[in-house]
């Protein structure tokens, strides 16, 4: 079946780094705007980066920009999140989610209205 799966969370100290993986199955990433959205605990969803379908388009929020770096391999379908520099507010549930319609700007900024979602990868920094 047509799913998304994260990995690569797990414990870090502050100023370490992880790298998440977004793996698709039973569908083709190459036509998906990818969004990395994470939830701390009594916190809403919030968006973190963004990728269009080509990789040609990348959105960051302001907390993570300079630290995280998103990228994607279509031919292995799947997209990676890069975190360097980590932070104990960076702590939370990261999620990945396809969207096949908006614009990238547009999914970045809103949890609402994808066509999939991962069932997420705990982040845990802390000394």
């Known amino acids: 079946q047509s799913q998304l799966v994260e990995s690569g969370g797990g414990l870090m100290q502050p100023g370490g780094s992880l790298r998440l993986s977004c793996a698709a199955s039973g569908f083709s990433l190459d036509t998906y705007a990818i969004g990395w959205f994470r939830q701390a605990p009594g916190k809403e969803r919030e968006g973190v980066s963004c990728?269009?379908?080509?990789?040609?388009?990348?959105i960051y929020a302001d907390s993570v920009k300079g630290r995280f770096t998103i990228s994607r391999d279509n031919a292995r379908n799947t997209v990676y999140l890069q975190m360097n520099s980590l932070k104990p507010e960076d702590t939370a549930v990261y999620y990945c989610?396809?969207?096949?319609?908006?614009?990238?700007?547009?999914?970045?900024?809103?949890?609402?209205?994808?066509?999939?979602w991962g069932k997420g990868t705990l982040v845990t920094v802390s000394t």
């Open positions: 990728i269009s379908s080509n990789g040609g388009s990348t």
């Open positions: 989610a396809a969207d096949r319609h908006r614009p990238v700007q547009a999914m970045c900024v809103s949890k609402y209205g994808m066509n999939y």
